[in-house]
Each structure stands twice: as structure tokens, then as C-alpha cells.
């Protein structure tokens, strides 16, 4: 692999943080054959162009092996894992804590009925 195809492929630094992350195959099976860091620029392909598998470009590997390895994550939890150390990384990177310690809720998008503001107003008048 010659540096970066795409935007969306992975850096070094962001390469050398996931491998860890990534589960080692099991036992018994036949050994991989597919570059695992291919694997990922190609989910991050689909993920930021928003294009159906089978559209990946062909120098990336086969979409039946790209989704494969992403349904087996996101089922296992890898995603999540993977999501959560990189956040991590870039909140260290712009002087942050790893974690965030807050969260915002927007009331904006929480339904109600108007019934139940009229009922309340009634109520504060009496």
C-alpha cells in the first residue's frame, strides 16, 4: 500500500491505535488472506461516501469480505471499542480529558402534546 488513496483511509497513527483492537482470527479456521487495514479503509470507504457494498472500488477488497468482517463487529462490540479509543485519542490531542465528563440533552427534540403544556399552564393559575 503507497500512502493514502482516499480520505477516508486510515493514517498511520490511526492505523497503529486500531490493530489492537482488531480480533485475532480463530483457531481452527483457515489463516487470513485479506490485508485487515485494507478491511477497515474500505468500511470507512462505504461509511463516509454512503454507497451500497457491492460499490466499493475494486482496489479495495471484495464487499462480501468487508461486510462480513464489519457485520461480525458491530456484533461483537468491536465498533464500539474502536470508536471509543479513537474519541479518546482525539480528546487527549486537542488538551482534553480522555473521557468526557458532561453530556447535553436537546428538550428541543423530546415530543410532548400539547395537552400536557395547556394542563400544566391551567394548573400554575389557579
Same mark, same amino acid.
Given at each position: ?11 498511520e497513527?490511526?492505523?497503529l491505535? =486500531?490493530?489492537?483492537?482488531i480480533? /485475532? ?6 489463516p +487470513?488472506?485479506?490485508n485487515?487495514? *485494507?478491511?477497515i !479503509? ?17 482496489? =479495495?477488497?471484495?464487499?462480501?469480505? /468487508? ?5 461480525i463487529? +458491530?456484533?461483537?462490540?468491536t465498533? *464500539?471499542?474502536m !470508536?471509543t479509543?479513537?474519541r ?19 428538550s ?12 400544566v399552564?391551567m394548573?400554575?393559575?389557579?
Amino acid at each position: 500500500m503507497g500512502g493514502k488513496r482516499y480520505p477516508s483511509d486510515l493514517t498511520e497513527l490511526e492505523w497503529l491505535i =486500531l490493530l489492537p483492537l482488531i480480533p /485475532v482470527p480463530g483457531f481452527g479456521g483457515r489463516p +487470513r488472506s485479506v490485508n485487515m487495514r *485494507e478491511v477497515i !479503509n474500505a468500511i470507512f470507504y462505504v461509511l463516509r461516501c454512503g454507497i451500497p457494498w457491492r460499490y466499493l472500488p475494486k482496489d =479495495l477488497p471484495n464487499w462480501k469480505t /468487508v461486510y462480513h468482517y464489519f457485520r461480525i463487529w +458491530r456484533k461483537k462490540g468491536t465498533w *464500539e471499542k474502536m !470508536n471509543t479509543v479513537l474519541r479518546q485519542e482525539v480528546r487527549i490531542q486537542v488538551g482534553r480529558e480522555p473521557t468526557p465528563s458532561a453530556g447535553i440533552i436537546d428538550s428541543q427534540s423530546a415530543k410532548t402534546t400539547e395537552k400536557g403544556g395547556f394542563t400544566v399552564m391551567m394548573a400554575v393559575r389557579r
